[in-house]
């Protein structure tokens, strides 16, 4: 029997793109000149006198922008978004491309998006901290505050995928943040393929689950499409921890010069939104730029969470095995 209760909405937002690799351009040029109609000539003119212009941020800007008008308060974009997935090669030069976090441009760029917009954004990007080299995510409040980083855990390596090259494993653990709308878990892209780091953020209140992610066709094997396994994977995250998850994905084809001659990966992006059985309330395709959103009434999912009972019959004691790698206690 369903009672009537309180209400907490929240609507979600997953944007889908092809990323560009232009990002030696500076963030303030997408904010200065967003693609709207009336900006058209100021935007012609930037061209004229700037040559470069940064099209990953003008089209990121105008898609949290959309994202927005569609009334969403949490958007998701997509991992690593400010450039191609360099992580297809094994170049000494990429390293370049991390930064420290403390006045990272592009997440101050988006604390001032966040802020106007009133909505929260995850902001994915490759840190530099001292000697070691994270792929890390900022949790941008609302009202543009920074509440703080997750360190990607789950480090792939394999042909086309090599971030063991550029990447520490992350530090920072499974975590959680409070956000003006709801709680959220932020995991990143090879992280969505463990189902503990789910259960590990929903045990902390994660109401909602979150994964930006690059992930495409197999270089080492053309016959190989992961895509449905990808998207099965996540949706029993949702299933069993009776969450909404939100997946963010890119699109395009990406070629990289390797240390063997050029590589390339087509991103399949397929981004979508679970509700919390499981199943897809919105989702792209493999190739069409998107804004997808969906909205869920956060308290009677908690209730539907309560009721369910997979959180009251857990038995932590008999899960001392997941603590080893080889099953043996
Ligand atoms: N993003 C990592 C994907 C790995 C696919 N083999």
Redesign the pocket.
Known sequence: MEMEGRRREVVVSSLQFACSDDISSNVASAERFPLSPLSLPLFSFSLLLEKKVNFAHNLLCRLVREAHAKGANIVLIQELFEGYYFCQAQREDYFQRAKPYKDHPTIARMQKLAKELGVVIPVSFFEEANTAHYNSIAIIDADGTDLGIYRKSHI?D?P??Q?KFYFNPGDTGFKVFQTKFAKIGVAI??DQWFPEAARAMVLQGAEVLFYP???GS?PQDQGLD?RDHWRRVMQGHAGANVVPLVASNRIGKEIIETEHGPSQITFYGNSFIAGPTGEIVAEADDKTEAVLVAQFDLEKIKSKRQSWGVFRDRRPDLYKVLLTMDGNL
Do not use: H, L, Q, V
Request: proline letters at 8%; aromatic letters at 16%; a negative charge.
């Open positions: 792939p394999g086309g995928y971030e892209c090879w992610t690059a992930i197999e992961s």
